[in-house]
DNA sequence: ACAAAAGTGTTTCTGTTACACCCATGT
DNA sequence: ACATGGGTGTAACAGAAACACTTTTGT
């Protein structure tokens, strides 16, 4: 049987991570500059190879490591992505996966060590190979994920006000949510815990901090938790 | 560069699909017993090899028509499985796809060839290897695929009756709905168009074929064209 | 005539949308 | 005192859920 198996030809294959953050403003995803190839100009995804006694989930959790410091980051993945042409040095598969992290966790030492940088989704460079292409599909699951499960709070740090919790969401959508309504439908939920702590800094009135209620987050009731699949009007 | 990627290992790629029929009564899964193995009494999913000059979605659809004599079968990606002793002879990493299509189309010569074998989803028997995980998934990607995309139709022969509609629906999702309400909600969509022909045999007074409005099928409008999030009542 | 499945409307209720003013604080 | 962003309620509307009887036809 082992001739079965012997006369197939294997393939490499790579990781390749679409890093998510937000800094109360906009979405971005962390992008790196190899410095390996010919096309060391070029941007591209944090990625490294699978090695021979790791798992796919394991190998990206210790790629993301090695590049950011971070472990138990929110790590999903997306998809394979296999054409025969994708890297034109050698034959790959890369298994791509998107990251959620709260960029304040994010050790800045470590970013300029190996040059990368945050990139507004607005204004992303071009991308090594078919990053893009591996960007797009992450932004799509991550509004689909982000609609069905209370998930974006992974971007969030622990502490945070509504305010900055409907920016996020309006990043992630691309939309703008009316004050009123978002509020209502997510303290609906429950997740939210409200803290007799005010930022200070920002505004002049102050928005109360607000935590996660991890009891609740991790109930599965809370799928669908937000319907916004068709929320105030979506561009 | 070339010794950069040299040194790393490489690794097999499988490709697995779920095979999603339906018979008007039941929602099905086909699966194989391989020759090959020494586990020659296990069921299986069907599988191949990724080759040197194929894309992954290529080669599945390869491997489809080689098992079924299938050609532009519905088929879509799902994930990819990495774990290293996943596969007991060899590390080998498989990319699943999920493909729907009308039992009746399916060629039972073919069947009989490979050993191959409808099974209803609630009866599975032991798969091979990690392909129940597999199975699991596929199930759940189906049911958040047929919420949101008028997919379900992939699965239906061209002409269909509404009771047909309602227990491939009833299927997936493993509920009852209530009769008027799904044949609203359904009708409402206006991506059904209704034959005066009439379906013999089954029941007395015989219900009306409906086919599909191709049209409107495609238009990304039918985008979450059924609120299936929460139906009547899911179990 | 009767059994078996098809077909059809209305009411209730819940959740979504739209909308505007006062509040707290730093300057 | 005023400017800035934070916080709050209500009414109209749309879509979902609950519910039962009549129709057709093969036996």
Partial sequence: MLDLYNKQSKCLVALDSIIFGFDGEELKILLVKRGLEENKETWSLMGGWLQENEGLNEAADRILFEHTGLKDVYLEQLAAFGNPRRDPVMRTVSV???????????????TNKISAKWFSLKKLPELLFDHSEMVALAVERLRANASLYPIGFELL???FTLPQ????YEAIFDTKFDKRNFTRKLLSTNILTKTD??????SKKGAFYFTLNKEKYKDTSSYNFLSLTNPDKIL
Avoid: R, V, W
């Avoid at 791509?96 to 470590?110: E, P, R």
């Avoid at 919790?165 to 996020?168: I, P, V």
């Fill in 165 to 168: 919790l409907q920016n996020l």
């Fill in 96 to 110: 791509t996966y998107k990251a959620l992290l709260n960029i304040a966790d994010y050790d800045h030492k470590l």
């Fill in 157 to 159: 740090p622990e502490k």
């Fill in 197 to 202: 702590e005010k930022q200070k800094g920002f």
